[in-house]
Nanobody, 121 residues
Framework: QVQLVESGGGSVQAGGSLRLSCAASGSIFNINYMRWYRQAPGNQRELVAVITYGGSTNYADSVKGRFTISRDNAKNTVYLQMNSLKPEDTALYYC???????????????WGQGTQVTVSS
């Protein structure tokens, strides 16, 4: 079994920073893509950032220049550094990853439970 656990969410003032972490654990052979999504009440879940195993990244236009995704493959962990936060960044942030299982070797997509980020003006 594989589990993704997010941490680092909380409440901050506009203009502040927050660093989210997501650690994968379990029967893992390899983790390919790792992603961060977010969903605000009443809105669709949107892709915020993605990072490949080799470190290539892509970001939603709304967070470019402010957010940075990174990963530590030795720790099976992905991070999201969020700077210059705005009230519109308020959402439940989810970690997502494509993981090759040690048992069977098949790639499976997993989701974390989500961590709340609230930005006040």
């Amino acid at each position: 079994q594989v589990q993704l656990v997010e941490s680092g969410g909380g409440s901050v003032q506009a203009g502040g920073s927050l660093r989210l972490s997501c650690a994968a654990s379990g029967s893992i052979f390899n983790i390919n893509y790792m992603r961060w999504y977010r969903q605000a009440p009443g809105n669709q879940r949107e892709l915020v950032a993605v990072i490949t195993y080799g470190g290539s990244t892509n970001y939603a236009d709304s967070v470019k220049g402010r957010f940075t995704i990174s990963r530590d493959n030795a720790k099976n962990t992905v991070y999201l550094q969020m700077n210059s936060l705005k009230p519109e960044d308020t959402a439940l942030y989810y970690c997502n990853a494509d993981i090759q299982q040690r048992v069977g070797g098949r790639q499976v997509n997993y989701w974390g439970q989500g961590t709340q980020v609230t930005v006040s003006s």
